[in-house]
Every structure is written in structure tokens, then in C-alpha cells.
């Protein structure tokens, strides 16, 4: 049993942040059925680095995030499919959109007429900046929101900012906290609210160290590069054949770490003696450590440091920690054969989480288009000539 089983989710949502968001839930045992737009449905289906599976609508934008759910058609603009999609609520526990505030309403199927329907039903909205305040109405892509938020500004160094992160970091931070706010929602009694996710302020809400730097003490946050402002020497030093992060963010790793380079005499110099001074000639103190790191391979120092107690690791490609055996062979990647509208095998990340020593996995691959209208729409008293009339009208 896990810990959502028997919870029905009705996902909404488009591209990335809401998927994301019943991503998590699917793995924690819901049953997350996507009701998606007749045609053409989740616009993640187009999207990804194969076009070939973005044709066949079946991206690999999509197949990143949607393994484990079900698959509905239908269309809320005719009567008929938001009668139907009235029908499907009534059976649910959950549902999640990520329109732009006051779709919902619009079509007649927002919170509080769905609310009609299942007084306990746990609805979450997520948007790019909220459900109100001035900039509501603004449509927010994950660039938008990093640019926004003060992201973009504190990534990079000094030559680069303001630089966007490297993946969608918006999007998931974004899904990640609603499929949160969802799972202590379901656990609330009496059951039944209104989840308001805002992207923005969920980006600004993991910021916390760099917003209070400057609520709290005033200090502007900067784009530091590969430099850890708190501690020296802690960032990015060139070692052979690459990058190593180096953390002696303590005064005993410091005094390991200058050992183990055979550098103990830096210590006596008092540019270096204190943590403060250290961060004071940080560049300079980084010239003398990587004098003698580009003598050997970054992975090399890597284990020697951690093994005496120096936190520090290799810089990877994401082909490289994909094949080390911490995530190798920990269960995080799932493999899925020959999945129907693909044609071949597919393997994709789960969630990064271990249930009494079991990492979550889901059962199904994606799901093709409307793949499970009969099976769901049939739980609901349906008949084959009724989806039939329901299809040829443009509802499903």
C-alpha cells in the first residue's frame, strides 16, 4: 500500500509544472487520470529532443512525466463533455489545472461548481504568479518565471548574469510544491479546498538563503559564479581532465583538505588564517589549491577527499551520473518495453524517494491519447453506443 493508493486525481494540466506535480502523486499510489484537450491533447506530446515521437504525439517532454497515468479525452466547451467531466468529478478525490486564472470558471467548471459536485474535493490551481494581485492575467513560461523571480540574476558570475538555469527549475519547483500542498490537503478533516500554487512565489520560497541576505542583513544578492559566498575555500577548482567541487566549509576540513595537498603552510599565512580572511582572498587562495589539483583527475581527489572527510565530488555530464552506480543501481530509473506509440523501450527518472527501502515506481508507461476513455467513461455507466454518440458529436 502506498500512501495515496485509492486516491483519484484528475490532471488537467499542460507541459511540465502540473504534470510534474501528479508525477509525484502517480508514484505515491494515486490513481492520476489526464483529462486532456480532444485531438491534440497535453502540448508536452509535441514537444521534446525526438521529433519523430513528437509527431506520433508521443514527445519525450511527455514521456518524462506522465508514466503510471491514465488517459481521457474530453471536450469542456460542449455541453455534452463538460456534463461528462461533471460525471468524472463526482468519483474524484483531487483535481489539478494549470490555466490561467478564470479558465475554469469560464468554461463553468471552476472550483466552485466543482465544489457542488464533491464538497470535499481537493482543487489546486497552478499559475504562473497566483490566482490574484496585478500581474495574474500574465501568461508565464519557466524563462519568465526565472527572470522574474531574481533566479537569472544570482546565475552565472559577474561576466555571465544574469543567466538562465539550465533546466526548468520554474516548472518543477512549481509541480512540486502542489503535489505537496495536495498530499497535506488530502490529510486534512474535513477534507476539501482550494490550492492556490504560485509559481513565482514557489521559486522565491526556495530562495530563502539569498531573499534574507537581503530582508534581513540587506545585502543585494550577486551572481557568484561557481563560489560558495559563505565559506572559502568552498566552489569549483580545476583538477585534471576537469571541474571539482571542493566544500571545506569547516575549519577542521580545511585543515584535511591543505594536508592532504601537502599546502599545511598556507595555514601559518594570516591572508588565510581565519574564515573570514579566507573568503576575503578567496581568488587567490583558489590559485594555490589549484596549482597542485591539476596534477591529477578530479575524480581521483574526489575519493581521497571524501575519504577523509572532505566533502567533494567530480563535476558530471548527466550521461555520467546517470551511469554511476548510485543512481545506476538504486531503482531511481525506470525501464518500460516496447510502449505502445513508441515502439521501443523507454526509461525515465521517478521521484528520488524510498518507501522502507523501495523506490516508488509505477506500474504503466505513458499513456497514448484517450487511450482509457472506454475503461473510464465505461466505470461511469456509459455504453459503447453512448461513447460512440459522445466521440461523432466532438465531445470526446
Same mark, same amino acid.
Given at each position: 500500500?502506498?500512501?495515496?493508493?485509492?486516491?483519484?486525481?484528475?490532471?488537467?494540466?499542460?507541459?511540465?509544472?502540473?504534470?510534474?506535480?501528479?508525477?509525484?502523486?502517480?508514484?505515491?499510489?494515486?490513481?492520476?487520470?489526464?483529462?486532456?484537450?480532444?485531438?491534440?491533447?497535453?502540448?508536452?506530446?509535441?514537444?521534446?529532443?525526438?521529433?519523430?515521437?513528437?509527431?506520433?504525439?508521443?514527445?519525450?517532454?511527455?514521456?518524462?512525466?506522465?508514466?503510471?497515468?491514465?488517459?481521457?479525452?474530453?471536450?469542456?466547451?460542449?455541453?455534452?463533455?463538460?456534463?461528462?467531466?461533471?460525471?468524472?468529478?463526482? &468519483?474524484? $478525490? @483531487?483535481?489539478?489545472?494549470?490555466? !490561467?486564472? +478564470?479558465?475554469?470558471?469560464?468554461?463553468? %467548471? =471552476?472550483?466552485?461548481?466543482?465544489?457542488?459536485?464533491?464538497?470535499?474535493?481537493?482543487?489546486?490551481?497552478?499559475?504562473?504568479?497566483?490566482?490574484?494581485?496585478?500581474?495574474?492575467?500574465?501568461?508565464?513560461?519557466?524563462?519568465?518565471?526565472?527572470?522574474?523571480?531574481?533566479?537569472?540574476?544570482? &546565475?552565472? $558570475? @559577474?561576466?555571465?548574469?544574469?543567466? !538562465?538555469? +539550465?533546466?526548468?527549475?520554474?516548472?518543477? %519547483? =512549481?509541480?512540486?510544491?502542489?503535489?505537496?500542498?495536495?498530499?497535506?490537503?488530502?490529510?486534512?478533516?474535513?477534507?476539501?479546498?482550494?490550492?492556490?500554487?504560485?509559481?513565482?512565489?514557489?521559486?522565491?520560497?526556495?530562495?530563502?538563503?539569498?531573499?534574507?541576505?537581503?530582508?534581513?542583513?540587506?545585502?543585494?544578492?550577486?551572481?557568484?559564479?561557481?563560489?560558495?559566498?559563505?565559506?572559502?575555500?568552498?566552489?569549483?577548482?580545476?583538477?585534471?581532465?576537469?571541474?571539482?567541487?571542493?566544500?571545506?566549509?569547516?575549519?577542521?576540513?580545511?585543515?584535511?583538505?591543505?594536508?592532504?595537498?601537502?599546502?599545511?603552510?598556507?595555514?601559518?599565512?594570516?591572508?588565510?588564517?581565519?574564515?573570514?580572511?579566507?573568503?576575503?582572498?578567496?581568488?587567490?587562495?583558489?590559485?594555490?589549491?589549484?596549482?597542485?589539483?591539476?596534477?591529477?583527475?578530479?575524480?581521483?581527489?574526489?575519493?581521497?577527499?571524501?575519504?577523509?572527510?572532505?566533502?567533494?565530488?567530480?563535476?558530471?555530464?548527466?550521461?555520467?551520473?546517470?551511469?554511476?552506480?548510485?543512481?545506476?543501481?538504486?531503482?531511481?530509473?525506470?525501464?518500460?518495453?516496447?510502449?505502445?506509440?513508441?515502439?521501443?523501450?523507454?526509461?525515465?527518472?521517478?521521484?528520488?524517494?524510498?518507501?522502507?527501502?523501495?523506490?516508488?515506481?509505477?506500474?504503466?508507461?505513458?499513456?497514448?491519447?484517450?487511450?482509457?476513455?472506454?475503461?473510464?467513461?465505461?466505470?461511469?455507466?456509459?455504453?459503447?453506443?453512448?461513447?460512440?454518440?459522445?466521440?461523432?458529436?466532438?465531445?470526446?
Amino acid at each position: 500500500m502506498k500512501p495515496l493508493t485509492d486516491i483519484r486525481v484528475l490532471d488537467l494540466t499542460n507541459v511540465l509544472a502540473g504534470p510534474f506535480a501528479c508525477h509525484q502523486l502517480a508514484h505515491m499510489g494515486a490513481e492520476v487520470i489526464k483529462v486532456e484537450a480532444v485531438g491534440r491533447g497535453d502540448l508536452a506530446r509535441q514537444l521534446g529532443a525526438d521529433p519523430e515521437l513528437s509527431q506520433n504525439n508521443m514527445g519525450v517532454s511527455f514521456l518524462a512525466q506522465n508514466a503510471g497515468k491514465k488517459s481521457v479525452t474530453v471536450n469542456l466547451k460542449k455541453p455534452d463533455g463538460k456534463a461528462l467531466f461533471e460525471k468524472l468529478v463526482a &468519483t474524484a $478525490d @483531487v483535481v489539478v489545472e494549470n490555466f !490561467r486564472p +478564470g479558465v475554469m470558471d469560464r468554461l463553468g %467548471v =471552476g472550483y466552485e461548481r466543482l465544489k457542488e459536485i464533491k464538497p470535499d474535493l481537493v482543487y489546486c490551481a497552478i499559475s504562473g504568479f497566483g490566482q490574484d494581485g496585478p500581474w495574474k492575467h500574465r501568461p508565464a513560461y519557466d524563462q519568465i518565471i526565472q527572470g522574474t523571480s531574481g533566479v537569472m540574476s544570482v &546565475t552565472g $558570475d @559577474v561576466d555571465s548574469a544574469p543567466l !538562465r538555469v +539550465g533546466y526548468p527549475i520554474a516548472d518543477t %519547483v =512549481g509541480g512540486i510544491t502542489a503535489a505537496f500542498a495536495i498530499a497535506a490537503a488530502l490529510n486534512a478533516r474535513p477534507r476539501g479546498t482550494f490550492i492556490d500554487v504560485s509559481m513565482l512565489e514557489s521559486v522565491l520560497a526556495t530562495m530563502g538563503w539569498a531573499v534574507s541576505n537581503y530582508l534581513i542583513a540587506g545585502v543585494t544578492p550577486q551572481a557568484n559564479g561557481n563560489e560558495n559566498p559563505t565559506s572559502a575555500p568552498s566552489g569549483a577548482f580545476e583538477a585534471g581532465g576537469g571541474l571539482i567541487n571542493i566544500a571545506a566549509n569547516k575549519d577542521e576540513q580545511w585543515v584535511l583538505l591543505t594536508d592532504h595537498l601537502g599546502l599545511a603552510v598556507l595555514r601559518d599565512r594570516p591572508e588565510y588564517a581565519t574564515r573570514e580572511s579566507r573568503k576575503a582572498n578567496r581568488l587567490a587562495l583558489k590559485a594555490e589549491l589549484e596549482a597542485v589539483l591539476k596534477t591529477r583527475p578530479a575524480r581521483d581527489w574526489a575519493k581521497e577527499l571524501n575519504r577523509i572527510g572532505v566533502p567533494a565530488g567530480a563535476v558530471l555530464t548527466v550521461p555520467e551520473v546517470l551511469d554511476m552506480p548510485q543512481i545506476a543501481d538504486r531503482g531511481f530509473l525506470h525501464r518500460f518495453p516496447d510502449v505502445p506509440g513508441v515502439g521501443r523501450d523507454i526509461e525515465v527518472v521517478t521521484t528520488g524517494v524510498k518507501l522502507d527501502g523501495a523506490p516508488l515506481t509505477v506500474d504503466k508507461p505513458p499513456p497514448e491519447l484517450g487511450q482509457d476513455n472506454s475503461d473510464i467513461y465505461g466505470s461511469l455507466g456509459l455504453s459503447d453506443h453512448d461513447l460512440e454518440t459522445l466521440k461523432q458529436g466532438g465531445a470526446i
